[in-house]
């Protein structure tokens, strides 16, 4: 390869000025053409140690470069076909290896799953998808066949399905089970049982429900019997009640507990021994009304009544307490329902509004249900990140009694009181 200093040789061998002109301007073109020795980039050009720029050509490949890995190889330059002397051929993040499927939906007794493809190097979801079949209940329960009430006594790790709507008013009661479905288009009503403290759904401890659609309704729908003394109190039924701790998944459309239209206490519509998570999506939680023309006390269902801490992470609808109706002048007060009332309460997730029940008597002696009730050592209210646009309302005392209040109990955190509202 000529260089510069190779046009001063030129000069001695000849004494001829005109040929040592033309030699010396060709030696110089021909000098800048070549781009000399050395240097090396990752980029196609890089630079030789006398400033002049290589053109790299392709690789050719030793080992191939993945999404996670570099490989090797050997390239020249296209001008003056010096090797380069980096190997290394950098990471290729489209060189991935579409070997694996990671499940990007589970499958359930409600529905069939979905899996993805994904590199098995760096787990990178592709494009295809393929289906999981729905899994198979271990039992299914079908409310359109059959009559009378339902006591399952399936072992516990069994899979329950229910579904279809409700032959007449029958109630549930699942003993053992805790992985419990409930299909969309279901509906749940219990009706006038002569049972202590009657239940639409009863589930054991440590029951998770998960509900498939917005079209599920389950309703304690009217009051049932229960032996007081010498006297026969009336009480609406609870939509759901959990014997210690409860958890509500998926979807469901409305859980109302049960009126009570001559002497009682309206049902709640959620209640639980213990504590209560909601991470599903709810249309409307209401307890029942409670009403009498026999001069008894009243009260209005709660919506949600849980002997431990309440969570709600999800998205409902509406939250309230019912109405306590009296229509009797020598009746004893009337109360209406909580909204919520649990040991300590957190909401993080949107609950549209949340309302105590008013309290419609015809004496004094009365007191509107209160929005957000909590009871017990440490108890509290948290409502730091919640979404609640409606507001947290106590309920009206018709007749001029005790309005209820918003929250009662200590400050709620993450809230402010203008944030509550009169029913």
Known sequence: MLKLN????????SNNKRNFIIIAVFTIAFAFSACGGGGSSDSPGGEDGNGHTHTWGEWTVITNPTCTTTGEGTRECTKCGETDPNTII???????AWTAWTVTTPATVLAAGVETESCSRCSILGANTRPITQLTPDVTIDLAVGTGNIINSSPAGSTILIKGISNGYRYIKIK????????????????????????????PDGAKITGGGNNIHIEYYEQHQT?????????????IFGNGTLELAG??????????????????????????????????????????????????GYGINSSGDITISSSIGKISGGEGRNSSSSSFRTDGGIGIRGSYITITGYVGAIYGGRAQGRRVEEEGG???FVFGLGCGVNLTGATIPGGVHGGDAV?????????????AEGWTSAQHWPY
């Open 6 to 13: 190779k046009l001063f040789s030129i000069f001695y061998i």
């Open 90 to 96: 950098p990471i290729d993040p489209e060189a991935h």
């Open 176 to 203: 053992n089970a805790t992985d419990i479905y409930i299909a969309d288009n279901t509906t749940i009503l219990g009706f006038e049982e002569i049972v202590v403290t009657p239940r639409a759904l009863e589930v």
């Open 227 to 239: 032996q007081d003394g010498h006297d026969i109190l009336q009480e609406g039924g609870i939509g």
């Open 251 to 300: 979807v469901f459309g409305n859980i109302f507990g049960g009126y009570s239209d001559i002497f009682g206490y309206g049902g709640d519509a959620i209640r639980t021994s213990g504590a209560l998570k909601i991470s599903g999506i709810i249309g409307e939680i209401r307890g029942g009304w409670g009403s009498t023309i026999n001069g008894r006390q009243v009260r209005g």
């Open 370 to 372: 209160h929005g957000i």
């Open 399 to 411: 007749m001029g009694g005790q309005p209820g209040r918003a929250i009662n109990g200590p400050a």
